[in-house]
């Protein structure tokens, strides 16, 4: 297939809408630092997401609750600094938007300003609206994020699939153009029904990303070390192994241990 959008130095939200229009699906996956963002910036990604998973993949949480906003603007400054083509999206962390729409509107600007990233990233409809319009009065381009929103897992207590219920998936449909009207450029839906998803995807003209949500929406995202086999025991039904790089790495550093008890390293061409 013909990429229509392959050729674009800078991947903008119009792009993205773009793509929609053209039916080219938009590929998104996570990062946190340097290294891994440059292995992004080699490809034709379309979209890293800093998401605020960090708080689970690199600082080891059970949920993505603890991480703060100082945190959030290390991780993707460091990404930013790696990253021509992509849009960079950074997530809003949990505690930095809600209820506040002037809060909101302050944490927004230090993550544009200090991390130089395209686009923030917040979870939920319209309980967060307010917070929604004045970032976006800004100039601040907005993502939202609808379905499985990890920062209410207190309030759902389960990671299970969402918006089964008729009454669940009107409110998530009904969310979803909110965030529209609003002026949101793109809106993940994560571990909803796919029949949903694809609904939401049909209705709206800004781009659905999904996660766990099937095939019939704009665009898919992963998170990076989850789609390599880093992530250590998580294999939800959605996630397809890319890889299998946490196997490659612990056999590596098993050479490495087992070269440097036999003194074959460094061998005579390795010192000075
Ligand atoms: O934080 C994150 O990585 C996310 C994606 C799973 C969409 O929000």
């Known amino acids: 297939m013909a990429y229509l959008q392959t050729d674009v130095t800078k991947v903008t939200t119009r792009v993205l809408q773009n793509m929609k229009l053209h039916g080219e699906k938009i590929a998104m996956l996570t990062a946190y630092d340097f290294s891994m963002a440059q292995l992004l910036e080699r490809t034709k990604i379309d979209v890293v997401l800093v998401g605020d998973s960090a708080a689970n993949v690199m600082e080891g949480y059970k949920t993505t609750l603890p991480i703060t906003l100082d945190e959030m603007i290390v991780y993707a400054s460091s990404v930013v600094r790696a ?3 992509a849009l960079v999206v950074v997530d809003m962390p949990f ?12 944490s927004a600007i230090r993550i544009m300003k200090e991390t130089g990233a395209d686009a923030v990233k917040l979870e939920g409809g319209e309980e967060v609206l307010e917070s929604i319009q004045r970032i976006l009065s800004a100039g ?6 609808l379905g499985l929103t990890p920062q209410s897992i207190n309030k759902f207590g389960t990671y299970a699939v969402r918006a089964t219920e008729e009454e669940e998936a009107n409110r998530v449909m009904h969310d979803a153009h909110v965030l529209e009207e609003a002026g949101c450029f793109s809106l993940v839906v994560e571990k909803v029904p796919a029949s949903l998803a694809s609904r939401i995807s049909q209705d709206l003209k800004i781009p659905v990303i999904g996660i766990g949500a099937g095939s019939g929406v704009d665009g898919q995202v992963l998170v990076l070390q989850d789609m390599l086999g880093i992530t250590q025991q998580f294999k939800p039904r959605y996630l397809r192994l890319y890889g299998h790089i946490g196997e490659d790495i612990s056999h590596a ?13 460094p061998n005579d061409k390795e010192q000075y």
């Open 83 to 85: 990253i021509s083509r």
């Open 95 to 106: 505690g930095t938007y809600q209820g506040n729409s002037k809060q909101a509107l302050a």
């Open 253 to 265: 550093i098993q050479q490495y241990i087992s070269d440097v008890k036999t003194m074959s390293f």
């Open 140 to 145: 601040i381009p907005v993502m939202g994020h």
